[in-house]
């Protein structure tokens, strides 16, 4: 079986949503120590019953699963789950969507009836291993429409675009689209100072993004930016984003920019620690704005490994409430002082490359690593 880690990397139920009392939120978020102390991280939260509803609806669905029913030896319980029949990968995708149909559905019977104001939501699950891929449809419908005059800026945790991703935000750029993407630097990312192997992982996802920026560059679409400059949003190109908070630096090591190393212990009166978490999709055109979030990071992994659901929210006038708080909420991570616009000149800096021999955090075998890992990351 190995350990729970271990297992947790062949695949885990990555959702994060709450209901209670009529309100429903979607998040990014574990709600863990550094979510309330020093994480930068994205949710959706709405006073609306009939969408709690759903998301319930979705609990008990996941709740009802074979995978939810399995625990370590010698774990105590609070009660014991009723029989669940055994299912086959594409029996068990067919029942989660089936069943969350079934919630729309009611749900949308019991909200009250649409007024010039409402605002259209819709979740979609993604699992490819069980063979769910409706955020990955929705996504790619998406992308494949963007052209000439759409601002479409997607952020994540952990980039590591599988190459359809990356192709289908190219032809997007190359048809006059201006697209950005955001993801935590490598100051910034959740696994540094990590113990044993992830502690790899934040130079394995920079390398990652450098594989994502060589691969634009190939395309012709890769924006390169000046020294100094702000995270620009440029039609034709695709800009990469790095979050790294001001604060970053009382705590990476300085191996070059942006520098990968162990963090060192806080001291007992400095700053916490700030790490970015948050994803999510804003696409914006011809007067309207659409966004989808959840819990994918929109790669490898979120496609194909992990059970996702991802809320849909629009398309709303971008003069609306709705629309004004969500082109606010993306500027103020893409335009604020912790965006910090990347290229290859950047991403190839001595500081963002392994440096040492058999080092988990800085090592050569992390090169190796994130190819051959990469499906699982």
């Known amino acids: 079986m190995g350990s729970g880690r271990l297992r947790e990397s062949a695949g885990t139920q990555h959702i994060k949503a709450y209901a209670a009392d009529g309100w429903a939120c979607v998040a990014g978020a574990n709600l863990s120590t550094d979510y309330f102390t020093g994480r930068q991280d994205r949710y959706l939260v709405t006073d609306s019953p009939p969408l709690a509803g759903v998301y319930h609806a979705a609990a008990r669905l996941l709740a009802a699963s074979p995978a939810a029913h399995t625990r370590e030896a010698g774990a105590t319980v609070t009660h014991e789950p ?14 989660l969507q089936t069943g969350l ?29 069980l063979g769910l891929r409706d955020d990955q449809a929705r996504l790619e419908a998406v992308l494949a429409a963007a052209g ?11 980039c590591n675009m599988p190459d359809h991703m990356v192709g ?3 032809a997007a750029a190359r048809r006059g689209a201006a697209i950005r993407v955001l993801t935590a630097s490598p100051a910034a990312n959740g696994f540094l100072g990590a113990r044993s192997i992830p502690a790899a992982l934040p130079l394995a ?9 060589r691969r634009l560059s190939a395309m012709g679409v890769l924006y390169a930016p000046s020294d100094d400059e702000p995270a620009a949003s440029v039609p034709g190109r695709v800009s990469l984003v790095e979050w790294t908070h001001p604060l970053d630096h009382h705590w990476a090591e300085p191996r070059g ?9 806080p001291d007992a009166d400095g700053p ?10 804003w696409v914006e055109r011809g007067g309207e704005v659409l966004t989808a979030g959840g819990s994918s990071n929109f790669g490898c992994r979120s496609f194909d490994v992990d059970v996702e659901l991802q809320t849909w929210v629009g398309p709303v006038a971008a003069e609306s409430a709705t629309g004004t708080s969500l082109l606010a909420e993306r ?22 490359l392994p440096s040492t021999l058999s080092q988990y955090d800085t090592g050569q075998w992390v090169r190796a690593g994130a190819v051959l890992v990469r499906q699982w990351m």
Not at 149 to 158: C, F, S
Not at 205 to 213: F, T
Request: net charge negative; hydrophobic share 45%.
């Open 101 to 129: 149909a079934a919630a729309l559905e009611a749900a949308c019977g019991e909200a009250a009836p649409q007024s010039e104001g409402a605002v259209p939501v819709s979740l979609a699950w993604q699992c490819g291993m």
């Open 168 to 170: 289908l935000l190219a």
């Open 82 to 95: 009723a029989a669940v029949e055994q299912l086959t990968p594409g029996e068990e995708g067919r029942r």
């Open 205 to 213: 996802y920079s390398l990652l993004l450098r594989a994502v920026a």
């Open 331 to 352: 500027d103020a991570l893409f335009a604020g002082e912790a965006a910090v616009p990347v290229g290859l000149r950047e991403l190839e800096q001595p500081g963002r």
């Open 148 to 158: 000439e005059g759409w601002r479409v800026d997607v952020a994540t945790g952990y």
């Open 257 to 265: 920019a942006a520098g990968i190393g162990t963090r060192p212990p």
């Open 272 to 281: 916490a620690r700030r790490t970015f978490h948050g994803k999510g999709l």
